[in-house]
């Protein structure tokens, strides 16, 4: 049902069936196809995971695209539908989906408060004890409340 170029036309999918949302509530154990790659894998203890298989560079891959019932029938097909127009654009949605991962992790990591934390745990030996707390008051009451999770490269 693939084509070359990789997608799937809409005669290949027109006869496969699709999955509605009465069906999936009702689903068994296993992989149960939606088109254009898209499926919903049923575990033995009934939890339900969105998937996406596609091919790069001849190899096929996996993609995971969210929960059921957390992520619903449309916002699947939508990810599919997001997932192969890059894809289309000759990205691996994999790869994209690694770097805004690592990007938010990141992100996180570099917060004004974590970094303010990360100071005053190493300044904590050189100050007085009443000195380093009203430093700690400092950042938490005073800092930290008007900066938030504001990233430090501002």
Known sequence: METPGGTYSKMAMAG???LTVAAIKNTHQGKH???GGLFL???PNGARYWRLKYRRAGK??????GVFPEVNLAEARKRRDDARATLRDGVDPGNVKRAT?????TAAANSFSVIAAEWLTTQKARLVPSTYTKAQWMLDELVGP???GASSHL
Do not use: I, P, R, Y
């Not at 096929?60 to 695209?65: G, I, N």
């Not at 991962?101 to 992790?105: R, S, V």
């Open 16 to 18: 496969m069936e699709q």
């Open 33 to 35: 196809f939606d088109g």
């Open 41 to 43: 894998l049923v575990k």
């Open 60 to 65: 096929e891959k996996m993609l995971a695209l």
């Open 101 to 105: 991962k690592a990007a938010a992790k």
């Open 146 to 148: 008007w900066l938030g």
